[in-house]
């Protein structure tokens, strides 16, 4: 693979930076040029001290200012322009979570772009497939980068109204951060070869324990994205009527939320909330443990009704009969030998008996598996392992079609939480070419191991 090289900072025209503070600032206008209409950001990464903890300062990483990063926002079918400028003192790139999108634009580093240096710009351009709930982060460094704030949100509008009035987008991370706001190792070995190192410091949108207000009586769309290296969240919302409409960007008929729903990192969730009667509060939990406030506040509007389901994504629909299967066995390696002098992360685990080096730049010409382009698959995901991993691909959705251990009503996905020892079908059209990662989206396990490529051509 040749790339071209990106063009210095420096040598960039006409390009207005404006206002411009420590942390960086992003700023977009939303245009429709006929069939280019679109969206058009400049986003820039840049150091930013946050006062995570009160009266301390976290050296955090941010994307337009802001850790999670700026909220992006395009309409379905149309295109998003990113001209993303690194400020930061590391290499990086943008991955667009979720997103069908063509290779060249997915921020793999030496697959599809190499990194971009300190200084240097790149212009991400695609059109967005589906409406939904997305999020977008680096895929350099991953601990680090994303561990310090680089996370933000991606938000594709549906092309016609829905029927919400309202929504709030929710973005979940927890913080390797001390008592006094200094950073703690973001990936541990003893750690990463268990559940992954996890963050001690809960928030939704950068703040601890946050109060959002909703307005009284109305239903409310309620995007939870769960933007964290390591934790997955059992969500509930005790006494609440909450249905889900989407999982993972793609629609769902809609559900109660139940008891809890497990949202692993990676993954994201949208609910419509039935806002109680002025000056009631929800509280939205991690299991027993509180992370943020819903403060239902007075307003004049009449009382909300449930709109219909949300319209389904254009994802191509697998042709089981015909759907060529392959298997995916997720392994721990039992020993793990540190090796502490070269400084490399262990290899902890495997996709059926490899494991992936990130400090190998050759590692996604030797694929996992090589897909027909157009064809259908059954990828059967057999976890051998005594922890949980969000399995994700880049650049096709898939559909999850059973499990070993629950009930599964058949939704598209990017990112599926595998639990212990469970095995779970998928299946997918082949229809986008390119070398893809398919990996845990908990950052250590992908670090150490157990992430893969997989080819369609
Ligand atoms: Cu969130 Cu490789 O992805
Ligand atoms: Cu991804
Ligand atoms: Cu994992």
Not at 49 to 78: I, K, Y
Not at 250 to 278: D, H
């Amino acid at each position: 693979m040749s790339f071209t090289r990106r063009q210095i900072l420096g040598g960039l025209a006409g390009l207005a930076v404006v206002g411009l503070g420590a942390g960086g600032a992003s700023r977009y206008w939303l245009g429709r040029r006929n069939s280019e209409a679109g969206h058009d950001y400049e986003l820039i990464a840049a150091p930013l001290d946050l006062e995570l903890v009160s009266s301390h300062q976290t050296p955090a990483w941010a994307f337009g200012g802001s850790a999670p990063g700026t909220e992006l926002r395009v309409r379905q079918g149309e295109w998003l322009r990113v001209r993303f400028i690194n400020k930061l003192p590391v290499p990086t790139t943008i991955h667009w979570h979720g997103i069908r999108l063509p290779l060249e634009m997915d921020g793999v580093p030496y697959v599809s772009q190499l990194p971009v240096l300190p200084g240097e710009y790149f212009d991400y351009r695609f059109r967005v497939p589906d409406a939904g709930s997305y999020w977008y982060h680096p895929h350099v460094n991953s601990s680090e980068e994303l561990g310090r704030g680089l996370v933000g949100p991606l938000i594709v509008e549906e092309r016609e109204p829905t029927g919400f009035l309202h929504e709030r987008t929710l973005s979940l991370k927890s913080w390797h951060v001390d008592e006094e706001g200094a950073f703690t190792a973001f990936s541990v070995s003893r750690e990463a070869a268990r559940g992954g190192t996890a963050g001690r410091l809960s928030t939704i949108n950068g703040v601890p324990q946050a109060v959002i207000d909703l307005p009284a009586g109305q239903i409310v769309r309620v995007r939870l994205l769960n933007l964290d290296n390591t934790l997955t969240y059992r969500l509930n919302m005790p006494g609440v009527e909450a249905q889900i409409y989407a999982l993972d960007g793609n629609p769902v008929k809609p559900r109660p939320l139940g008891k809890e729903y497990w949202l692993g990192p990676g993954m994201r969730i949208c609910l419509a909330i039935k806002v109680p009667a002025a000056g009631e509060e929800i509280s939205l939990r991690n299991g027993p443990v509180r992370l943020g406030t819903f403060r239902s506040v007075a307003n004049s509007d009449a009382a909300g009704e449930w709109p219909p389901a949300l319209p389904v994504n254009p994802v191509s629909e697998p042709d089981m009969a015909n759907a060529e299967k392959l298997n995916f066995n997720f392994e721990w390696v039992g020993s793990v030998s540190v090796n502490v002098d070269n400084g490399a992360p262990p290899s902890l685990w495997q996709i059926n008996g490899k494991a992936w080096d990130i400090t190998d730049k050759t590692c996604a010409d030797r694929p996992i598996a090589k897909l027909q382009k157009g064809r259908s698959y059954i990828f059967e995901l057999k976890n051998m392992t005594q922890y949980q991993h969000p399995i994700h691909l880049h650049g096709m959705s898939f559909k999850v079609i059973g499990s070993n251990r629950r009930t599964i009503i058949p939704y598209f996905t990017d990112t599926y939480l595998l639990g212990k020892n469970e095995r779970a079908r998928v299946a997918l059209v082949a229809d986008n070419p390119g070398v893809w990662m398919f990996h845990c989206h908990v950052i250590d396990h992908m670090e150490t191991g157990l992430m893969a490529a997989i080819e369609v051509s």
